[in-house]
């Protein structure tokens, strides 16, 4: 053998080792989808409005939609003049000399900072994104109050306070961009603001118990018939919704055994509406 032949045998089995030496690439293993993919609120519309055309398909060519309507009830919302005459949301921290010896009332009582919650509870639901949930406010004075459904409450409640005394004084908020109105002062009674053949129910812990799931089968429509349901919903510190205040009341009904904030309770009712309306 010549030394060109020994040479070539020895860079051959060189190269030979050096790629044994190389290591593999590992490969890409595929990462696993996910269990669920939840729909979008834009999905989840289109999905009812297409139980809507296929119902209005079979026979009934009104245009129907699901709604649900809430009234927040006896919400403690009333303005006083302070020392620098200026106007303030009455509440039980800031005024509680007021409410003592001027209203002789109990300072507990003057709780503004619970519709603040509720509101907050409802708005930013998905079932309110989706176009489903009117709300209205009635105060503890009587005052009507109705809120657009794009209507965002400020999240801090000192900025809430001040939207309230605007809104109790000029009866209206517009938007400052397209001058839609956001919130008004409509007038009493509720019963000629609801819907024609709306079902009205109370929630009390003093009502019949279903769980919240339970509730939304026996009350809620799955499908939409053009029927609305109503459901009448404390803000104040204290008390019960009565039937007296809102005859129209069908009947009163409870989600817990136990006493529960309005804000978790309207959690745990529009959480069951939003799983039987398929809104995620």
């Known amino acids: 053998m010549s030394d060109d032949e020994s040479n070539a045998t020895g860079s051959s089995s060189e190269n030979s080792d050096e790629q044994e030496v190389q290591p593999k690439k590992k490969q890409r293993t595929a990462v696993p989808p996910p269990l669920e993919i939840a729909p979008t609120a834009d999905a989840a519309k289109s999905s009812i409005q297409d139980k809507v055309h296929s119902a209005s398909i079979i026979g009934n060519k009104s245009k129907l939609s699901n709604k649900l309507i809430v009234i927040l009830d006896q919400a403690k919302l009333e303005t006083i003049k302070n020392r620098r005459g200026n106007y303030e949301l009455l509440n039980c921290d800031d005024h509680r000399d007021i409410c003592k010896k001027k209203l002789k009332k109990d300072p507990k009582e003057f709780r503004p900072d619970i519709c603040h919650q509720e509101l907050l509870a409802l708005l930013d639901s ?6 489903h949930l009117q709300v209205y406010i009635r105060t503890s004075r009587n005052v009507l109050i109705e809120l657009h459904p794009s209507v965002r409450i400020p999240r801090t409640y000192k900025r809430f306070a001040g939207l309230m005394v605007q809104l109790l004084h000029k009866m209206k908020i517009k938007a400052s961009e397209n001058g839609t109105t956001l919130m008004k002062v409509i007038k009493n009674p509720m019963s000629q603001h609801l819907p024609v053949g709306a079902h009205v129910y109370g929630m009390s812990c003093q009502g019949t118990l279903y769980s919240p799931i339970g509730l939304t089968k026996e009350l809620v429509p799955l499908e939409p018939k053009g029927e609305t ?7 104040m510190a204290a008390g019960h919704v009565s039937v007296e205040d809102h005859p129209y009341i069908e009947k009163m009904f409870s989600i817990s055994e136990y006493p529960l904030s309005g804000a978790a309770a309207i959690n745990r009712i529009l959480g069951a509406i939003e799983h039987q309306w398929g809104i995620v």
């Open 126 to 131: 998905p079932l309110n994104k989706a176009g």
């Open 229 to 235: 349901v109503c459901f009448v919903i404390g803000a």
